[in-house]
T-cell receptor, first 114, second 109 residues
Framework: DGGITQSPKYLFRKEGQNVTLSCEQNLNHDAMYWYRQDPGQGLRLIYYSQIVNDFQKGDIAEGYSVSREKKESFPLTVTSAQKNPTAFYLC?????????????FGPGTRLTVL | GIQVEQSPPDLILQEGANSTLRCNFSDSVNNLQWFHQNPWGQLINLFYIPSGTKQNGRLSATTVATERYSLLYISSSQTTDSGVYFCAVFTGGGNKLTFGTGTQLKVEL
């Protein structure tokens, strides 16, 4: 089955620790994205990548870092510099670049900072 | 930046009822998507609709880009339709999706 997988489903972190969220897709999509969702709100863009070894900041990139070493993978690291990291994180992908490409989403990771 | 507003914010329906959800946006957009977020958080693609009307079973959507709005119609609602409905618009030169505020729908027996 083609799709987007995210792991883990739930993640607990102590303050001051970095943590990495995994996102993998087997859809042969070029572009991948990370969004954050807070309770009762819509999604906000953290980072996106349109091609391997290249990525761009979104609206709320502070305290996050990403890498894109393989087309299939786009891991997100939540660093200790992120002041309010507790949230629901969703990864997405689209076939190509530009605005005329539908985005598809993974099941998400719920991060809680204790 | 662009503002995307959805109405109503909350909606309670009896099973079998019909409803219309609205999405207004403040500037020109390249494209628009509708999603259903189920109780587990999964975002399910409903429509990819820059303009015109599309139908998929009991759901249909209409986008009038020149007037900066889109409508999602749900007919003969079922309890499984419950969840949050989001519209999201493409703006700028990249693949940036800006999400609306969402409509929380609850369908009761």
């Amino acid at each position: 089955d083609g799709g987007i997988t995210q792991s883990p489903k739930y993640l607990f972190r102590k303050e001051g620790q970095n943590v990495t969220l995994s996102c993998e897709q087997n859809l042969n999509h070029d572009a991948m994205y990370w969004y954050r969702q807070d309770p009762g709100q819509g999604l906000r863009l953290i980072y996106y990548s349109q091609i391997v070894n290249d990525f761009q900041k979104g609206d709320i990139a502070e305290g996050y870092s990403v890498s894109r070493e393989k087309k299939e993978s786009f891991p997100l690291t939540v660093t200790s510099a992120q002041k309010n990291p507790t949230a629901f994180y969703l990864c997405a992908s689209s076939k190509g670049r530009g605005p005329y490409n539908e985005q598809f989403f993974g099941p998400g990771t719920r991060l809680t900072v204790l | 930046g662009i503002q995307v507003e959805q109405s109503p914010p909350d909606l309670i329906l009896q099973e079998g009822a019909n409803s219309t959800l609205r999405c207004n946006f403040s500037d020109s957009v390249n494209n628009l998507q509708w999603f259903h977020q189920n109780p587990w958080g999964q975002l399910i693609n409903l429509f990819y609709i820059p303009s015109g009307t599309k139908q998929n079973g009991r759901l249909s959507a209409t986008t009038v880009a020149t007037e900066r709005y889109s409508l999602l119609y749900i007919s003969s609602s079922q309890t499984t339709d419950s969840g949050v409905y989001f519209c999201a618009v493409f703006t700028g030169g990249g693949n940036k999706l800006t999400f609306g505020t969402g409509t929380q729908l609850k369908v009761e027996l």
